[in-house]
């Protein structure tokens, strides 16, 4: 059972979603040595809970995440030796590397200030549900440290290009949640009240699909950023291979020909095709989407 001490944790088993509630709205969820490590713990055993099909990260409050606690955290490293730093930085590095190593859907419902470390944790999901009110920032120079910490300078020009992910990690700027949106930087806004339902629906839609096929895909969107177009196609047609050997194929395949349902290996309901859109997802108003491409693809 996973049981964390430093924020929430609630799993619905009717959907399979999870949903991790940082809960220090008085400090606007900043992060402290302690929630670091037992983030990156929770975030190894999704990884390994069968009943966790898609998980969704959000914070209490009007944070999602403000970053490292600055009495408990910041204060504390001017006291460290180059070790001690070293030691500081690659722990939070390591929440990153565990989010995107968790073979499961991630879906951050970004519902209200991210900056710095939360802005990371942000990218680091699969899909970012913002509310009106966000804001984003990797403030990092705004005190004096480099845009690029951990895995920004890595992730946002995968996400908006590398020309405004440069400006972003030069300038620290913050961001409302619609520019985030033309940027890229979010996947969709939605009014404040309905964020976190409608990242939750979005991942129960994820979680209704195919397990298997869905850590395929993440494993493949990871692995091929090094790879050739070449080795990419290779990689693609021996990934596809596997899947079409699992038994999920073969299931959906028997269901569109029975004109039934489909009900995925392990899915605590039929496949949600989204053909119709999950309840209240962007009710009262309709949900902004971007889905182009980012600067520089």
């Known amino acids: 059972m996973i049981a964390p001490e430093g924020f929430r944790f609630a799993l619905d088993e009717a959907t399979g979603v999870a949903t ?7 400090r606007l969820n900043a992060l402290t040595f302690a929630i670091y490590r037992e983030l990156r713990e929770v975030v190894d ?9 898609a998980l969704v990260l959000t914070g209490e409050g009007r944070a999602f995440c403000s970053g490292g606690d600055v009495d408990d955290i910041i204060g504390e ?3 460290r030796d180059m070790r001690g730093l070293l030691e ?9 590397a565990s989010l995107r190593r968790v073979r499961k859907p991630v879906v951050a419902a970004v519902n209200g200030t991210a900056v710095g470390a939360g802005a990371v944790i942000a990218i680091a999901c699969d899909v970012r549900v913002a509310s009106e009110g966000a804001k984003l920032g990797f403030i990092f120079p705004q005190v ?5 910490d951990m895995g920004a300078g890595y992730l946002l020009p995968r996400i908006v290009g590398l020309g405004r992910a440069s400006e972003l990690l030069f300038t620290g700027d913050i961001v409302g949640a619609e520019e985030a949106l033309r940027l890229g930087l979010v996947n969709r806004v939605v009014p404040a009240a309905e964020c976190v339902h409608a990242a939750q629906a979005f991942a129960a839609r994820l979680a209704s699909g195919p397990a298997f096929a869905h850590a395929m895909t993440k494993q493949m969107l990871e ?3 090094g790879m050739t177009l070449e080795q990419a196609i290779e990689a693609e047609a021996q990934a596809q291979a596997v899947c079409m050997q699992h038994p999920d194929f073969r299931a959906a395949f028997d269901a569109w020909t029975a004109k039934r349902p489909i009900r995925f290996a392990g899915a605590p ?15 009262p108003a309709p949900a902004r989407r971007m889905d182009g491409p980012g600067e520089e693809g």
């Open 223 to 225: 692995s091929e950023q």
């Open 77 to 79: 490293l001017f006291a």
């Open 269 to 283: 309901r039929d496949f949600d095709t989204g053909t119709r859109p999950p309840a209240r997802l962007g009710s």
């Open 144 to 148: 004096g440290l480099c845009g690029a």
């Open 45 to 53: 055993q999704v990884g390994d809970a069968d009943a966790v099909r």
């Open 88 to 96: 500081f930085t690659r722990t939070t590095g390591a929440l990153i």
């Open 20 to 26: 991790i509630t940082l809960a220090r709205p008085d």
